[in-house]
């Protein structure tokens, strides 16, 4: 590999977090504000009483949480995954390292991921890959970071609006299907930020996906990262492009056997409720977390994260769900453009 392109590969990734740490301070937006749970004044049950475990691909997991996709790939990036995995470690909750195809391509980059593992030994680790990476190269990076589970992330709107990104996508069903069928370890098919359609996930059912990540729109938008790298700016225009995680959870309400995660512009334990009353199992966060280890640190991290455990045993009180199970079954009300999206979405 070009020594060129391996410092190209690494400022990519380091632009990638600076943006997104840039975003992620401007970010007001709340995509999950038409919604509206209604909750009981007598609750049938005491707080004791609350069970949030739930599974991740038919992995078990006590917190329905994850830290999801976010970095990796240069030297400035091995010590954030260092730090996200100490924070995974001492909560208890997943975590998924950033794409690997760098590492993949020049092994000097391996420890950058390598860290995860090192500094979270007996946590769950998800491995990162594109559909463009062979089969053989991904099971390289399930065993560079001895995952639990590997996400193969889509991102044709990213890869687009990159100038150096990808331009061939027709093989991309193909790669999944292969690597469903000769991976011994779940699968988790993610959208980086624009949302799976119902139509989509038939399709990736139908070559026998389980779990998907919606990865929806409302968080860290690749599309505006992308364009912000380009000195043209020629894709201001599809900075908006997408559907939210409320608009995608609702779309794939009609799919059956698959599990759904939900991630995009979740922010807090009210975020995190509605998700898993739309249908989600779990819900991912990166943002709002790398914003959160930056300005205060892996401590202060950690305690939000326990906070949140508290607080959402809280809100399933007030939802009158038992469980994840019982919560999906929690009326809401929907409002505004999230009611009129799904009563003008076209069959």
């Not at 740490?21 to 609750?43: C, H, R, W, Y």
């Not at 997943?94 to 593992?117: H, W, Y």
């Amino acid at each position: 590999m070009d020594k060129n392109e391996n410092l190209q590969r690494e400022r990519r990734k380091d632009e990638h977090v600076t943006l997104a740490l840039k975003q992620n301070q401007e970010l007001a937006g709340d995509t999950f504000k038409e919604i509206e749970v209604i909750g009981m004044s007598v609750p049938k049950y005491d707080y004791a009483d609350i069970d949030l475990s739930t599974t991740i691909a038919d992995i078990a997991i006590p917190f329905p949480l994850y830290i999801n996709a976010m970095t990796g790939g240069s030297r400035h990036t091995k010590e954030i995954n260092g730090n996200l995995a100490e924070i995974a470690a001492a909560t208890g909750i997943p975590m998924a390292v950033g794409s690997q195809s760098s590492a993949l391509k020049n092994a000097e980059l391996a420890d950058t991921f390598q860290i995860a593992r090192k500094r979270n030994p007996n946590g769950v680790l998800f491995a990162n890959v594109s559909p463009e990476i062979k089969v053989a190269d991904g099971l390289r990076a399930v065993e560079m970071i001895e995952a639990n589970a590997l996400q193969i992330h889509i991102n044709p709107v990213q890869e687009l609006v990159m100038k150096e990104g990808d331009r061939n996508f027709a093989h991309w069903l193909k790669s999944i299907e292969t690597y469903q069928k000769e991976l011994s370890i779940p699968i988790i098919v993610k959208e980086v930020g624009f949302g799976i359609t119902r139509e989509t996930a038939e399709l990736l059912k139908r070559i026998g996906v389980k779990t998907i990540d919606v990865g929806g729109k409302g968080g860290t938008n690749f599309a505006a990262i992308e364009n912000d790298r380009r000195r043209d700016h020629a894709y201001d225009y599809l900075t908006d492009w997408g559907i939210t995680t409320p608009q995608s959870l609702l779309d794939c309400q009609l799919v059956t056997d698959v599990d759904f995660l939900a991630s995009g512009g979740v922010k807090n334990p009210l975020d995190m409720l509605k998700s898993l009353i739309l249908g989600a199992n779990a819900v991912g966060m990166s943002g709002p977390l790398l914003l959160k280890l930056k300005e205060h640190g892996v401590e202060k991290t950690i305690a939000q994260i326990e906070a949140w455990k508290e607080q959402l045993t809280s809100l399933f009180l007030l939802a009158n769900a038992k469980d994840i199970q019982e919560v999906r079954q929690t009326p809401i009300a929907l409002y505004g453009h999230l009611k009129e999206w799904q009563e003008n979405r076209s069959k």
